[in-house]
C-alpha cells in the first residue's frame, strides 16, 4: 500500500514538474510536514489497586536493605480488544553503575499472557547485592511494562 502510494506520488510529482517546465511556466514549493500513526497502538495500564482506580505514577521502595529481596505489587490491565504478552524492563538508572548491583525481575500473576479487559497482579522484585558501593545512596530507575499483542 505504502509503495503504491509514493509511486503514485512521484509520478503525479515528475508529471506537473514536467509539464511546468515544458510549458514554461514558473513555480514554487510549500513543504508541509506530516506525522501519522499505522496500524493500532495498544494500551496497557498500570495501577496501584485491583480495581484499576489508582494509576501507579511512581512506586518507592523506600528503605532498600542489601542483600534482602524487596517486592512490591501493581496490577496490570489490558485496555485493548485483543490478548497482549506482557513483559517488563527497566532503563534510566540513576546512577547508571547501579544497574551492577542489582537483581530486578517481574512476573505477572499466574501467566504473562493478559486478555481483553484483563487485570493481572505484576510482582516486581529488586535485590540490591551486598558489594554495591557505600557511595550509592540515592537510586532511581523507571519500569517499563510492554504489551505485544499474540
Not at 10 to 22: C, D, E, K, Q
Not at 39 to 65: F, Q
Not at 106 to 113: D, E, F, G
Request: aromatic share 8%; charged share 20%.
Amino acid at each position: 500500500m505504502k509503495t503504491k502510494l509514493k509511486t503514485a506520488l512521484i509520478v503525479t510529482m515528475i508529471t506537473i514538474f514536467a509539464s511546468g517546465y515544458a510549458l514554461g511556466i514558473l513555480s514554487g514549493q510549500y513543504r508541509i510536514p506530516t506525522t501519522g500513526t499505522l496500524g493500532t497502538d495498544l494500551k496497557i495500564m498500570v495501577y496501584n489497586d485491583r480495581d484499576c482506580i489508582n494509576l501507579c505514577t511512581t512506586l518507592d521502595w523506600n528503605h532498600i536493605e542489601k542483600n534482602v529481596q524487596q517486592v512490591k505489587s501493581v496490577f496490570v490491565q489490558n485496555e485493548n480488544t485483543v490478548a497482549v504478552l506482557i513483559s517488563t524492563t527497566t532503563e534510566n538508572w540513576n546512577p547508571a553503575e547501579l544497574v551492577d548491583y542489582v537483581d530486578f525481575s517481574a512476573r505477572l500473576y499466574s501467566s504473562p499472557n493478559l486478555a481483553s479487559g484483563e487485570v493481572k497482579e505484576l510482582d516486581i522484585y529488586l535485590t540490591v547485592f551486598g558489594n554495591c558501593s557505600e557511595t550509592i545512596t540515592d537510586v532511581s530507575f523507571d519500569i517499563v511494562v510492554t504489551g505485544t499483542e499474540q
